[in-house]
Every structure is written in structure tokens, then in C-alpha cells.
């Protein structure tokens, strides 16, 4: 027990430092160097080289107990940070996920649903196969299913929910909590990886804005801000679509088992009709099953 504890601590020692201290220390050398230079010498090597001397020099620093206090300050300054770029992550996970009722969001859902409904328009009335072809894949890029939400990441996600609903009549926020309680623990183990994946490329565009705040006082952090923000992004969208894929092929895969734990004995695959009396049974028959009005 003494052993799985210390490797238990020891895992998330190495998360801790990976996903908060290392970049917060990234990040409060880049504010030392912009206190140093500012604006006007932004890239002036000699004189950070300078600064740094005199600090090697100080007295304080020198002394065991003047070093070891000016660590801890360090340490706990790299901890602040990196807690406030992972309150930041879950607010751009927010953003990432917001379902676009509301103006602005509302205007990119309603520009994401007409570029979604052009091109399956194009692709259900072109009779030139490579115009179909091309509008398909169009489509397919904007949304795997009729755009909905201001976000690619939203309707990603969204995307699950509704091709489980027309596939299946299941409601996937009713079904999971049950689902996961009869999938094995190496899927639960790929889901939590994923799910870890995706906050991961938020807490990273979280990053590249507080470094885009830096900008106001030392402009080479705008650059970095953007570099940041393009690997996040596109690290946040593998991620919802790997998230999704995986969230869809559970269900795929532990529907009929689902199922049989409640007495539907399924010939081949899990029909509509069968899928929404599931959903109601788990609603505690709040909902008609066969209502369109159900899912």
C-alpha cells in the first residue's frame, strides 16, 4: 500500500509540474524579462544581461537563507499562474462549448448553419458527381451534421448527441451515466484520456492569452501569444473529434448490452423504437417514448 501511494504521488507530482509549474515558470521569466527591458528594448540581450549580473551579485542571493526564500517565492508565484491559466482553461472550454443562443454566439451558430445548409444543398441537387463530391466533403468539414452551434468544438460534440439520437432513439445525456458503469476500465481509462486531452489544449490557449496580455508591456510575447493559440486550438480540435469518435463508438459497441441490463433482448443491432424506450425507462417515464418531442 506504502508503494502504490508513493507511485499514486508520484504520478501526480509529474502531472502537477507538467501541467502548472513548467509553464508558469515559462511564464514569469517572460515577465522578469519584460520588466527588464519593456517596450523600447524589448530584444536587448546586454541589458537583461546586465540586470541578471547584478542580481547574481546581491547579498541577498547569495546567503542560503535570502536564495532559498527567493525559490520559494519562484515556486510559488510558478503555481499562481499556472492555477490561473487553469481557471482560464475551463472558462475557453466554456467558450469552445457554448451552444450559441445568445448574440455574438448566436450570429457565428446562424453563419456556421448557412455555410452547413449551402453546401448540402449543393450536394442534394448538383448532378456534376464532382460537385457533390466536393459539397459533401464541405459539409463534412463544417459539421458531420446540419451546423448548429458557433463553434466547430461545440458542434463536434453536438454531432455524437444527434447521430446517437437518429441512429439508436437514445438521448446520450440520459444513457452515459448508466454506460459507464458496464463499460471496462481500459475504455474508461481511453475516455479520461481524452477528456484530459482536450482540457490540456484549453489550459494551452488559456496560455497564449495571458501571454497576449504580456504584450502590452513587451511585444515579443504577442508573437509567442500566437503561435500559442494556433497550436491550442488545433490541439483542442483533435481533441473534441477524438473525444466524440470515442464517445460514439462506446455507444456503438455497449448499446445491446445496455440494453439486455434492462430486459431488451435485441435481435442484431438496437433499433430506434427499442432505443426510446430506453431513454424513457432511464427518464422514469417522464417523456411519451414514441413523441417526436422525446429526445
Not at 110 to 129: F, H, L, M, V, Y
Not at 218 to 242: D, E, F, K, L, M
Request: hydrophobic share 50%; proline share 5%; charged share 20%.
Amino acid at each position: 500500500m506504502t508503494g502504490f501511494l508513493g507511485a499514486i504521488g508520484q504520478k501526480l507530482a509529474d502531472r502537477w509540474t507538467a501541467a502548472l509549474a513548467v509553464p508558469g515558470l515559462a511564464y514569469l521569466a517572460a515577465v522578469t524579462v519584460a520588466a527588464v527591458l519593456g517596450q523600447g528594448r524589448a530584444l536587448s540581450y546586454p541589458g537583461l544581461s546586465r540586470q541578471v549580473t547584478v542580481w547574481a551579485d546581491s547579498p541577498t542571493l547569495r546567503s542560503t537563507g535570502g536564495a532559498v526564500l527567493i525559490l520559494a517565492l519562484i515556486l510559488a508565484g510558478s503555481v499562481a499562474v499556472g492555477l490561473a491559466a487553469s481557471a482560464a482553461g475551463h472558462l475557453v472550454e466554456t467558450l469552445w462549448t457554448l451552444p450559441g443562443k445568445r448574440w455574438p454566439a448566436s450570429w457565428l451558430a446562424d453563419r456556421r448553419r448557412r455555410r452547413s445548409q449551402t453546401a448540402g444543398e449543393i450536394a442534394n441537387s448538383s448532378d456534376d458527381p464532382a460537385k457533390v463530391s466536393s459539397a459533401i466533403a464541405r459539409a463534412d468539414r463544417i459539421c458531420l451534421v446540419e451546423a448548429d452551434c458557433p463553434t466547430w468544438i461545440c458542434d463536434r460534440l453536438r454531432a455524437s448527441r444527434v447521430r446517437i439520437k437518429e441512429t439508436y432513439g437514445l438521448d446520450l445525456a440520459t444513457i452515459w451515466p448508466r454506460l459507464w458503469l458496464i463499460i471496462p476500465d481500459t475504455t474508461r481509462t481511453e475516455l479520461g484520456t481524452a477528456r484530459d486531452a482536450f482540457s490540456a489544449a484549453a489550459r494551452l490557449t488559456a496560455w497564449a492569452v495571458l501571454y497576449l496580455i504580456l504584450g502590452i508591456w513587451w511585444w515579443p510575447a504577442v508573437p509567442v501569444a500566437v503561435i500559442v493559440s494556433i497550436t491550442g486550438i488545433g490541439n483542442g480540435r483533435r481533441a473534441a473529434g477524438n473525444l466524440a469518435d470515442l464517445i460514439e463508438s462506446v455507444v456503438d459497441l455497449h448499446c445491446t448490452e445496455l440494453a439486455a441490463h434492462f430486459g431488451e433482448q435485441a435481435n442484431g443491432p438496437l433499433t430506434p423504437a427499442v432505443g426510446r424506450r430506453l431513454t424513457s425507462r432511464m427518464r422514469k417515464g417522464r417523456w411519451d417514448p414514441d413523441s417526436p418531442l422525446a429526445l
